[in-house]
């Protein structure tokens, strides 16, 4: 285990306060444990995990202080992610990995982007042409890949700032997209004229036969 694992804690429906005790905890509370550690095998397979599971009769007031009343509660790094239902396994999937990626470098090259992206085949040709391997991620078939890539490109970039593909690395350091490799590679990129506008941008839009 890593010595600096993300931490799960989980209060579920169960311990004692006073005279009352639950002895046997919530079915959502047991639905919660099994989706989180099956989500830990699967979807967050290499990623550090510590998970705390907690008798929330017992420690009422811990999670109250962070906004959390209703069991099952399910906090990641002390942040609430669900409570009082049954937990969400990409709720906790993108957390974990969003945790995790602001922690931890991420070496070498890599490619976030998807297969319907025109600039997405157009990097991985400059990539390939220059002779730079690279790891790539699809975004739509990934949701890891996903996750990741926001949680690393949004402190970059800045919140407010739409995050398209492909999103590069190189080195573990940031590029940008394809318009951004032309210094790595040494080659001849073709700008794309369409960066920054969205489909509705002036001069974007193509008129339709009525």
């Not at 004692?16 to 639905?31: T, Y």
């Not at 040709?125 to 002779?131: H, K, N, R, V």
């Not at 407010?160 to 593909?165: A, D, E, F, I, S």
């Amino acid at each position: 285990m890593s010595e600096n694992p993300i931490r799960v804690t989980v209060f579920r429906w169960a311990g004692a306060w006073g005279p009352f005790k639950v002895n046997i905890p919530c079915g959502e509370c047991s639905l919660t444990k099994d989706v989180i550690q099956d989500t830990i095998e699967t979807e967050l397979a290499g990623v550090p995990v510590v998970v705390d599971m907690r008798d929330w009769l017992t420690e009422w007031w811990k999670p109250l202080f962070k906004g959390g009343w209703h069991a099952p509660i399910v906090l990641v790094e002390g942040k609430i992610v669900s409570q009082g239902a049954a937990l969400n396994r990409g709720v906790l999937a993108q957390a974990v990995i969003e945790a995790h990626a602001r922690r931890t470098p991420s070496p070498g090259n890599h490619v976030f982007g998807k297969a319907t992206c025109p600039h997405c085949v157009r990097a991985k040709g400059y990539l390939d042409e220059a002779g730079i391997d690279y790891a790539y991620h699809d975004v739509v078939k990934e949701p890891r890949a996903l996750y990741e890539m926001l949680a690393r490109v949004k402190p970059i970039v800045g919140p407010k700032t739409p995050v398209t593909v492909p999103q590069i690395w190189i080195d573990g350091k940031y590029v940008g997209g394809a318009d951004d490799l032309q210094k790595i590679t040494q080659l001849d990129v073709e700008p794309n004229t369409d960066r920054g506008q969205c489909s509705l941008s002036p001069g974007s839009m193509t008129k339709t036969a009525a």
